[in-house]
């Protein structure tokens, strides 16, 4: 089975505080995503990567930052934590080409379980 | 833009049919529909791709109007299991990585 490891279940930071969010897959997936997910407003993406070291910015990225620097581990990174990025995080990845040769725009997300950040 | 799913939320007793819709302002290639129950990760449920194709995946199933730039999932004679919430994602082109998520459908199924 596809398995994508999110380290931290839950997390409790401070306000300033730098945080790390980490991010294992298993399967060789070209393509790695960081998505926040708040009631209300379902799943938006920060920012993701198609390749080692690549990266590009999702629909809210400011006050985020990653890190690809092996092609299983995606990182992302709080800067200076905030109470308004108090949140869940969810991790997903997927394969540049599908079985059936379909094209990115087809690939099917294999998410983390999440992880719960608190900023107090 | 995110896609409007609808309803926000459903409650259904066990056997019941229930439709989630999924409406995007732009063009799609392709939507996505996952489902997410209380405390785990979203799992994948089917993808319907540019053509209007419908799809199944046990009693639930989905079809894709691209003129309208909708699509909706159909679950029949739902099951307890069908509690979730269900999220679509929609991809606006074929050379597009990334899925962009409506807000979700909260359903719930009771006895």
């Known amino acids: 089975d596809v398995k994508v490891t999110q380290s931290s279940r839950y997390l409790v930071k401070r306000t300033g505080e730098k945080v790390f969010l980490e991010c294992v897959q298993d399967m060789d997936h070209e393509n790695m995503f960081w998505y926040r997910q708040d009631p209300g407003l379902g799943l938006r993406l920060i920012y993701f990567s198609y390749d080692v070291k690549m990266k590009e910015k999702g629909d809210i990225p400011e006050g985020y930052s990653v890190s690809r620097e092996k092609k299983e581990r995606f990182s992302l990174i709080l800067e200076s934590a905030s109470t308004n990025q108090t949140s869940m995080y969810l991790c997903?990845?997927?394969?540049?080409?599908?079985?059936?040769?379909?094209?990115?725009?087809?690939?099917?997300?294999?998410f983390g379980a999440g992880s719960r950040l608190t900023v107090l | 833009q995110q896609p409007v799913q609808s309803p926000q939320a459903v409650i259904l007793r066990e056997g019941e049919d229930a439709v989630i819709n999924c409406s995007s302002s732009k063009a799609l290639y392709s939507v996505h529909w996952y489902r997410q129950k209380h405390g785990e990760a979203p799992v994948f449920l089917m993808i319907?791709?540019?053509?209007?194709e419908q799809k199944g995946h046990e009693k639930i199933s989905a079809s894709f109007n691209e003129k309208k730039q909708q699509s909706s999932l159909y679950l029949t004679a739902s099951q307890l299991s069908y509690s979730g919430t269900y999220f679509c994602?929609?991809?606006?082109?074929?050379?597009?990585?990334?899925?962009?998520f409506g807000s979700g459908t909260r359903l719930l199924v009771r006895p």
């Open positions: 319907l791709l540019k053509g209007g």
């Open positions: 994602g929609t991809s606006p082109k074929a050379s597009s990585y990334k899925l962009i």
């Open positions: 997903a990845s997927s394969p540049l080409y599908t079985n059936q040769g379909y094209s990115s725009g087809a690939n099917v997300l294999t």
